[in-house]
């Protein structure tokens, strides 16, 4: 079993859909949560960084991440089609300046003009 | 914001040369890089961890001597992909980091491709 599994999609939505990402997690000492998109052949970008459990948000995007579930979701409201990109779920256990990162699979998502 | 600049951006090499990337953070000062290599469709695999001035610490399976890691100042990182082979073609993306309690910036990437 893979520490993070995400759902690889794809996943297709029309332009002003709210989306709903997900990753869920095996080893419960993971503390901080990001979100990064990734558009095709660069680098990924950080959308959300969340520490334990709680909600953020942060324009269109909300992060959140329930510990006892195991279980972290990126929403995009008003979804848009520069939105269109690889999603990453990242998660580590602590925050240390080595601590490293463990990544989902990715969701790719493409947003329907 | 952090800026980590990843070149070169795509690279196309001979069976059996070496390639050298670099990594540098343009406006902080990296305590850490690592480095990933994702293939297709999938995910980020870590490769290594460095910190300035020391030996980088490899993850399982790699294999250090042919993925050279050499991170001499706080603002750059190189990964040399010696004696390179087509398995070697692939996307190789560095992150760098501040310190404890910053976030991780990547870079851009780096298409390799080995003929």
């Known amino acids: 079993q893979k520490e993070v599994e995400q759902d690889p999609g794809p996943l297709s939505v029309p332009e002003g859909a709210i989306v709903s990402l997900n990753c869920t997690y095996s080893?419960?000492?993971?503390?901080?949560f990001m979100w990064y998109r990734q558009y095709s052949r660069k680098g990924p970008e950080l959308l959300m960084y969340t520490y334990s459990s709680g909600n953020k948000e942060d324009g269109r995007f909300t992060a959140q991440v329930d510990k006892s579930s195991k279980y972290i979701s990126l929403f995009i409201r008003d979804s848009q089609p520069s939105d269109s990109a690889t999603y990453l779920c990242a998660m580590s256990a602590s925050g240390g300046a080595t601590n490293k990162l463990i990544f989902g699979t990715g969701t790719l998502l493409a947003v329907q003009p | 914001g952090a800026v980590v600049s990843q070149h070169p951006s795509r690279v196309i090499c001979k069976s059996g040369t070496s390639v050298k990337i670099e990594c540098r953070s343009l406006d902080f000062q990296a305590t850490t890089m690592f480095w990933y290599r994702q293939f297709p469709k999938q995910s980020l695999m870590l490769m290594a961890t460095s910190n300035e001035g020391s030996k980088a610490t490899y993850e399982q399976g790699v294999e250090k001597d042919k993925f050279l890691i050499n991170h001499a100042s706080l603002t750059l990182s190189t990964l040399t992909v010696t004696s390179a082979h087509p398995e070697d073609s692939s996307f190789y993306i560095c992150?760098?980091?501040?310190?404890?309690?910053?976030?991780?910036?990547f870079g851009s990437g780096t298409r390799l491709t080995v003929v």
């Open positions: 080893n419960s000492a993971f503390q901080y």
């Open positions: 992150s760098a980091r501040q310190g404890a309690g910053y976030g991780y910036t």
